[in-house]
C-alpha cells in the first residue's frame, strides 16, 4: 500500500505548482504596472485571509475591517517616519495595534450576532474613517500622507516592483501555511463548529465568547499587517482607501472565494482586486472597454456578489469541489453561505 | 452521590417551568426523567449545563458547586449534556464532530496550532484515533467521513452521543436520544446506553419511549408541571395513582 493517497499526492503537486508559478511570475513579466498589481492582490489577500477566518470559518461578519488595514498603514508609517524605526518595527506594531484595536472592539461587540454584529463593526469602520481625515498630526488628514519609505531589511532598500512582490508573497505564503496549519486543528474545529451552532459548540466545552474575540482580533491584526504592506509599497495613504467601500468589498472577496476556503479567499482577492485594473485581467482588452469596466466597478462588484449569493453560495471554491467532484460534497456542503445561520436564533429554555 | 440539585426554580414571566425542584443521581446508575410535554424536562437539563440560569437553586457535581459557572467549565467539570433537537456540526464530518467533543479534553492553542508546535500532530492523531473508536462505540465507524447533515436521524442522535462521550464525562444528560428513532435503532440505542454505563459514565435520560425507560433506568423521576410527582424504580412507578392521573390529564391538559 502506498503510504500517501494519490488525492493527498495530487493535493501535493497542485500546491507545488502554485508556489512555484508565484514565485517565478516577476522573471517572466518585465511589465512593472502588472506586477504591481499582483502585488496588490497579495496585500489584499491578507485581510482576505484574515477575514474568511472571522466570516467564512467562525461565521462572524465585520464590515469594518478596512479600518484595522488603515490602523496597521498609518501606525506602521509613524513608526518608521515619524519615530524613526527600522521598517520591519512597521509591520509588527502594526500587527500589535490592529490586534489590539480588534480585541478592544471585539470585547463588547461579540455577543451581537448577525445583522447586530454587522451594524457595529460597521459604525466601528465609520468612526475610525473620521478619526482617520481628523487625526492630522499623524494622518496628514484628507490629504493624506505621501512620500512613504520603501521597505528595508538591513541595508537593502525594496524599491523594484519585483522585490516588493517578493516580500509580500512570501508573507502571503507564510500566512496562508499558518492559517491551514489553524484551520485543520482544534481551534479551528472549534471556529467551525460555533459557525455550524453555537449552542452544539458550548455544549462541547467551547468558550464561544473567547473563540470569538480570538478570531476577531486574528483577522484585525492581519488586515493591519497587510495596511503596512500597503503603506510602504504603494508610497502614498489617505483615508480613502480606508472606508466602507474597501470594507465591503473585502466581504465581498470572501464571498466570491467561497466562505470556508482560504486558497478560494486569495482567488476572491485577486479577482476583485483585478477588476479594478482590467487591462491586468484580460490583457489587450481595448482602452474603451476597461474604461467602462472602470467606470461600473462598484456596480460590478455588486452584481458578483448577487451572483454568487444566488447561484454559488459556496463561492468559487465550492465550484472548483463540485467540478472535481473531490470528497463528494454537495455544492453547500462547505460552510453555511448566507447570513440567515448567523442570525437564526437559538431558543433557550423549552 | 453524583449529582445532587437542590430547589431548583426557573421562571418564564407568569408560568412557573421547574418549581422547587431537588433531584439526586448516584454514581453508575441510569437514571430516566419522564413527564407530559411542558412538564419542565428541557428546562431542567437547561438549569443543570448552565444554559439557562435557575432563578433559585443550586447544582452540585460530586460535590463541587455548579452553579454560576459557564457552559464550558461545566463540560470541564464532567456535565454533558446532548439537545432534543440535535446540535450537531452540519457541514463537519461525524469524525470532525466527535473531534470537537474532545475540545475540553485536548490542549493546542491558536498560536501552537498555527505554527504545528512539537505535541500538536500527536494531539491531532490520538484525537482522531479516539474520535474513531467512539464512533464504533455507537455503531457510525463506516460513517466517520460522512458530513453530519448527510446522516439519518437515528445516526444523527447517536452521533451527537458519541460528541458528548468524548468530553470524557462523569455524567451525561442526554435529551430524549429516542426520539425520530425506529424500533431497531431504539435497540441499538439501549445497547449503546448500557455500554456507555459499564465504561463508568453515569446517564440521566429524558425519554417518552417507555419501553427504553423501562428496559434502561434504574430509577425513574416524574415531572408534572415543574414537580417532581414521583420517584422510583421503573416497576413501581407505572402504578403510582399521581403519575397515571399526569400522563392521562385531568380534564385541562397542557398538551
Known sequence: ?350 | MLLVAEGLTRRFGGLTAVDDLSMRVAQGEIKAVIGPNGAGKSTLFNLLTAFDRPDAGRVLLDGEELTGLPPHRIVEKGLVRTFQNTRLFDSMTARENVMVGRYTRTRTGMLAAAVRWPGVTAEERACREEAGRLLRLVGLGDQAETPAADLTQGRRRLLEVARALAAEPRLMLLDEPAAGLNSVETAELSDVLFRIRDAGTTIVVVEHDMGLVMEVSDEVVVLDRGRKIAEGPPRLIQKDPAVIAAYLGEGEDDD
Open chain 1, 1 to 350: 500500500m502506498a503510504r500517501y493517497s494519490r488525492a493527498s499526492v495530487l493535493r501535493f503537486g497542485a500546491v507545488t505548482a502554485v508556489v512555484v508559478a508565484v514565485a517565478v511570475l516577476p522573471l517572466l513579466i518585465a511589465d512593472r504596472y502588472t506586477l504591481k498589481v499582483f502585488t496588490l492582490v497579495g496585500i489584499q489577500a491578507l485581510v482576505v485571509i484574515g477575514l474568511a477566518l472571522l466570516f467564512g470559518y467562525a461565521g462572524q461578519i465585520s464590515l469594518g475591517h478596512a479600518a484595522f488595514y488603515g490602523i496597521g498603514a498609518y501606525v506602521s508609517v509613524w513608526l518608521v517616519r515619524s519615530a524613526g524605526m527600522p521598517w520591519f518595527v512597521g509591520p509588527l506594531g502594526a500587527v500589535a495595534v490592529a490586534t489590539v484595536a480588534g480585541l478592544i472592539l471585539a470585547i463588547p461587540t461579540m455577543r451581537l450576532k448577525g445583522h447586530y454584529l454587522a451594524m457595529a463593526t460597521l459604525g466601528f469602520g465609520e468612526i475610525m474613517a473620521v478619526l482617520f481625515v481628523e487625526a492630522k498630526a499623524v494622518t496628514g488628514g484628507p490629504d493624506g500622507l505621501s512620500g512613504i519609505s520603501f521597505p528595508t531589511i538591513g541595508s537593502w532598500v525594496l524599491r523594484g516592483p519585483a522585490e516588493n512582490y517578493w516580500l509580500v508573497w512570501a508573507v502571503v505564503g507564510v500566512v496562508l501555511l499558518l492559517a491551514g496549519n489553524l484551520v485543520r486543528s482544534r481551534p479551528g474545529r472549534a471556529l467551525r463548529a460555533l459557525h455550524a451552532s453555537e449552542s452544539g459548540a458550548r455544549a462541547c466545552g467551547i468558550d464561544v465568547g473567547r473563540a470569538k474575540i480570538a478570531v476577531f482580533a486574528l483577522s484585525a491584526g492581519l488586515a493591519g499587517l497587510a495596511g503596512s504592506l500597503y503603506a510602504h509599497f504603494i508610497g502614498f495613504i489617505s483615508p480613502s482607501s480606508f472606508g466602507l467601500q474597501a470594507s465591503v468589498l473585502f466581504v465581498a472577496m470572501v464571498v466570491l472565494g467561497g466562505m470556508g476556503s482560504l486558497g478560494g479567499a486569495v482567488l476572491g482577492a485577486a479577482l476583485l482586486t483585478m477588476l479594478e485594473f482590467p487591462g491586468v485581467l484580460l490583457p489587450g482588452l481595448p482602452r474603451q472597454v476597461s474604461d467602462i469596466v472602470t467606470d461600473w466597478q462598484p456596480d460590478i462588484y455588486g452584481l458578483t456578489l448577487i451572483f454568487v449569493m444566488l447561484f454559488l453560495p459556496a463561492g468559487l471554491a465550492g465550484l472548483g469541489r463540485s467540478l472535481v467532484g473531490g470528497r463528494g460534497r454537495r455544492g453547500d456542503g462547505g460552510a453555511p453561505a448566507s447570513g440567515a445561520d448567523v442570525v437564526a436564533p437559538e431558543g433557550k429554555g423549552a
